[in-house]
């Protein structure tokens, strides 16, 4: 098929022409035509007939023809001649324009392609995520029903003599015992779970909150049960850990790497015998992380070992305590998801105060208990028996208590330390936040800076809830206002500190809340502390 009718015409004139010319030069000008006479009389002599007579010529000329077939043949040319040189001119733009569609039909393809891509890309995506979703949610609800734990049901709440019999008993070849609770005896108060039979079980809380103290009268029970209790603690101190094997004192993590391989080859072989042996008999075997936090760092097992205890341990009679400062990513060993693991342990939270007198947190003997399963809304206040003190240390105690105990008192120090708590969305201007302001000594203003500085740096990173919410710690409003100022001098733009201090970000449903705490930071910046 042509791609340009003027090329048939072309072709058709210039046959045409070579045709005439052909035919003007092959056709004679003058042409004679002879014919005899054929009704002879044949009965005369021939000699009565002239020779003359017997024949007859006819002249015809054909220059008028060649003529106008020259004339066809030169106007043939000369079309041909105008159409070639037209088709000269146009053929270059015209092969622009065949550039230009090409080029245009593989940019859409091109596009066309990266879309179908990207649809395809994203719609895996999604699907990646959906399974990665569902195949976590099946493996906590399988680890929950593991434990005896309906993930369905809401966890019921510790009250009265509760224990983890009663509330989250595994009952797969877990038989629990009823052992002596480290609080008071006290029917009313919520009392702490029995975690000698649990077999995993982490406990956190700040620098100086009484962790190393609970650990070790958990341990002691333990080791009344029976438990074989292995101990690793970089910082184990001169005769700790009585009747316990301690391995990576003087921060030999080498030694605890060592130690956390030979107790996952001890489930591993445990489990060996369990499937080659009827019903086989295994003693207790408890290992502790002390100081955890570190290991992400020091030890490249902590991950492995951390996954370990929360998968693998339950049905071989192995235990697991873990103490830490955090619960991050960072503090429960480093790996990828681990974090999300612990909703199949009891965490147990200690919460520590503020000592004015030594400048170091004490234990406030009161602890947060989170059971398997339940939200973070959902935790437990325990009371906790509080260990013998020194008489220095037993008069500052008594007057913590004193302080903690009677919030109505305007003199009363706010020392309570951080604690990682979960609770509902501040508003922008706080609640029952008033309080007096009071004189403070040296040492006290010198401590009172130390704990605003740790608090700061806890804001700065986004480990508390914003400075004016209900559930932050400092529960004084002038407190929070000196806070509140630090964050201020950071000159960290203005919706970041908003942020900080009221957790409400620009746009959206939030937009009058964060005019009205834009209002409150101009009131800050400007001077007015009473502004609530």
Known sequence: MLTNKNQAIVSGL????????????ALPFNDQIEYRIGNRIESRPAWLVPPKAEFRAIERGYGGIKILLALLATGGMVATMLIARKEGEQEPIRQRIKQYQNKAYEFGFAAESAYQMATTQTRYKKLAEADEVAFEGEIEQAYLESLGVDPSAKPPMLTGTATLDSVANPSDKVESSTAPAIEPDQTSDPKMPDLTWYPSVL????????????VEQEVKRRLAEGHQVVVLDPHAAYGQWEGCEIVGTGM????IDAKLRWFRKQVKDRYKERNSKPNPTFKPLTIV???????????????????TCNTDIRKVECYSIIVSHLTTQAGLGGGKGLAKMKTGMIEVELVGIFNPVTKRATPKFEAWVKLPGQKQSERTLVKLTKHPLTPKDAAVDDVSDAQNNTPGNPSEKDCTLLQQDAGNLPNPYGKGTAGTPHAETTSESFALRQSLNGFLAEVLAENLPPIFADNFPLKKHERRVQLAKLVIAKNLGKQKTIYLLWGVTDGGRNHQRYVDARAMLERLMGGDEDAN
């Open 14 to 25: 210039l046959g045409l022409g070579f045709a005439g010319f052909a035919g003007a030069v």
């Open 203 to 214: 406990i956190h809380g700040v620098p100086g909150s009484g962790k190393t103290f609970f």
């Open 252 to 255: 030999d993590y080498e030694a």
């Open 289 to 307: 992380g002390e100081e955890f936090t570190n290991w992400e760092c020091n030890c490249e097992e902590s991950d492995e070992h951390y996954r």
